[in-house]
T-cell receptor, first 114, second 112 residues
Framework: DTGVSQDPRHKITKRGQNVTFRCDPISEHNRLYWYRQTLGQGPEFLTYFQNEAQLEKSRLLSDRFSAERPKGSFSTLEIQRTEQGDSAMYLC????????????FGPGTRLTVT | GDSVTQMEGPVTLSEEAFLTINCTYTATGYPSLFWYVQYPGEGLQLLLKATKADDKGSNKGFEATYRKETTSFHLEKGSVQVSDSAVYFCALNSGGYQKVTFGTGTKLQVIP
C-alpha cells in the first residue's frame, strides 16, 4: 500500500496561468476528496467523487476550478487563470465507501501564485 | 452547518509535561470525531478517532473521549516528547458523503 500520492509537490506559477494537479488515491478506495488549506487554517472541503461521479462541490470551488476523475481512479484538479488568492496547499484524500471510515490524506501540492 | 472549535496555539510545553488541547463541535446527528496531526513538511495523518458517544480513541499515548453531553473531544497526553511537536487538527464528519470539517489547528511545540 503506497498511500495517497500527489503530483507535483510544489508549483510556482504566474498570475493568469493555468495549473493542473494530480492525485492517485489508495487503490481500493472508491471515494476521493479535494481540500484546500491556507496558512494557519484547517483544510476546507472543495469537492468529492465517488468512483468517477463528482457528487458535491463546495461554494469555494469557483468556475475557474474544475476536477475530474476519469475511470474512477486518479483525479485531476485544474485551476484556470490563477489568482494570488489561489495560493494554498491543495490536499487530496481517499476513503472507502462503507461506514464512516477515516480519510487518508496525501502530502499535498503547495501552489504559489506570483 | 457543522463546525469545530479548538484552542488557539501555539502551545509550548516542556518535555514530559501534560498536554490538553480542547476541542468542541457543532454537528447534526451523530458525527464521527477525529484528531489529525501534521508534522512539519508532511501531510495530515490520522492520530485517533471515536465514532460514538463515550468512545475513547487512543494512539501513541494520546487519548480523546467523545463527550456528547458537552459536544467535546479534548486531546490529552500524559507526557509529551520533543517528537510530538506538530500541528493538531480536531475534525468531524457527519454528512452522507463523509465530508470532513476541520478546526483551525493547534500548533504544539515541545522544548527539551
Amino acid at each position: 500500500d503506497t498511500g495517497v500520492s500527489q503530483d507535483p509537490r510544489h508549483k510556482i506559477t504566474k498570475r493568469g496561468q493555468n495549473v493542473t494537479f494530480r492525485c492517485d488515491p489508495i487503490s481500493e478506495h472508491n471515494r476521493l476528496y479535494w481540500y484546500r488549506q491556507t496558512l494557519g487554517q484547517g483544510p476546507e472541503f472543495l469537492t468529492y467523487f465517488q468512483n468517477e461521479a463528482q457528487l458535491e462541490k463546495s461554494r469555494l470551488l469557483s468556475d475557474r476550478f474544475s476536477a475530474e476523475r476519469p475511470k474512477g481512479s486518479f483525479s485531476t484538479l485544474e485551476i484556470q487563470r490563477t489568482e494570488q488568492g489561489d495560493s494554498a496547499m491543495y490536499l487530496c484524500a481517499s476513503s472507502q465507501v462503507e461506514g464512516r471510515d477515516e480519510q487518508y490524506f496525501g502530502p499535498g501540492t503547495r501552489l504559489t501564485v506570483t | 452547518g457543522d463546525s469545530v472549535t479548538q484552542m488557539e496555539g501555539p502551545v509550548t510545553l516542556s518535555e514530559e509535561a501534560f498536554l490538553t488541547i480542547n476541542c468542541t463541535y457543532t454537528a447534526t446527528g451523530y458525527p464521527s470525531l477525529f484528531w489529525y496531526v501534521q508534522y512539519p513538511g508532511e501531510g495530515l495523518q490520522l492520530l485517533l478517532k471515536a465514532t460514538k458517544a463515550d468512545d475513547k480513541g487512543s494512539n501513541k499515548g494520546f487519548e480523546a473521549t467523545y463527550r456528547k453531553e458537552t459536544t467535546s473531544f479534548h486531546l490529552e497526553k500524559g507526557s509529551v516528547q520533543v517528537s510530538d511537536s506538530a500541528v493538531y487538527f480536531c475534525a468531524l464528519n457527519s454528512g452522507g458523503y463523509q465530508k470532513v470539517t476541520f478546526g483551525t489547528g493547534t500548533k504544539l511545540q515541545v522544548i527539551p
